[in-house]
C-alpha cells in the first residue's frame, strides 16, 4: 500500500510530464480509480491506498489530501505540494522507485483512462448509480468500503479482472 499524498504526487508528476494540470477533484477521482483497479485485480484485502474514500457531495475523497491541495482550488495541483512526500516513480525517468512497480503501473493506468477527463465527467463516473459511492451514500455510511469498490471493479471491468 501507499499513502493518498504518496498516489497524488505520482499523478501531478504524470500530468506534468504532459505539460497538463490536475485540479484537486481530478487528482481525487483518478486516485479512486486507480485504486478501485489495484482492489479489483488484487482483492478487497488488499488496497493501493492506505487511506479510506469518503463519501463527499461531489465523490470519493480522502480527507488528508483534500487538506493538502484544497488550496488550490479549481487550480491545478502543483508538484511542490508534495515536495516532503517520499516518491514512488521517479520524476525523470517515469520509472517505479524499487518496490513499487505494480503501484505506478496501476497509477499510469488510471491517468491514462481518466486523466484526459475534466472535474464534472469524473464526477459523473464516480456517480454511477451502481457504484461503491452511490451505494454508500444511499446506505449513510461516511467510508467507501474496499469490498463494495471491489463490486464496483466487478460490476464496470470484469473482464480485467
Same mark, same amino acid.
Given at each position: ?16 510530464? *504532459?505539460?497538463?494540470?490536475? =485540479?484537486?477533484?481530478? @487528482?481525487? +477521482?483518478?486516485? /479512486?480509480?486507480?485504486?478501485?483497479? %489495484? ?57 517505479? *522507485?524499487?518496490?513499487?512497480? =505494480?503501484?505506478?503501473? @496501476?497509477? +499510469?493506468?488510471? /491517468?491514462?483512462?481518466?486523466?484526459? %477527463? ?44
Amino acid at each position: 500500500m501507499i499513502s493518498c499524498l504518496q498516489g497524488a504526487k505520482t499523478l501531478v508528476q504524470l500530468a506534468d510530464a *504532459e505539460g497538463r494540470g490536475l =485540479t484537486n477533484l481530478q @487528482v481525487q +477521482k483518478i486516485l /479512486y480509480f486507480a485504486n478501485m483497479l %489495484f482492489i479489483g485485480r488484487s482483492g478487497p484485502d488488499n488496497p493501493l491506498i492506505e487511506d479510506k474514500f469518503l463519501t463527499w457531495v461531489y465523490g470519493p475523497a480522502v480527507d488528508l489530501l483534500y487538506e493538502r491541495i484544497k488550496r488550490y482550488g479549481k487550480d491545478s495541483v502543483k508538484r511542490e505540494a508534495f515536495d516532503d512526500i517520499i516518491p514512488i516513480m521517479n520524476e525523470d525517468t517515469q520509472e517505479p *522507485e524499487e518496490g513499487y512497480k =505494480t503501484h505506478v503501473e @496501476v497509477l +499510469k493506468d488510471a /491517468y491514462k483512462r481518466w486523466g484526459k %477527463f475534466d472535474s464534472y465527467k469524473l464526477v459523473g463516473i464516480s456517480h454511477w448509480r451502481k457504484g461503491a459511492w452511490k451505494k454508500s451514500v444511499d446506505s449513510e455510511e461516511k467510508e467507501i468500503s474496499n469490498i463494495l469498490i471491489k463490486e464496483e471493479f466487478d460490476a464496470r471491468y470484469s473482464h480485467e479482472g
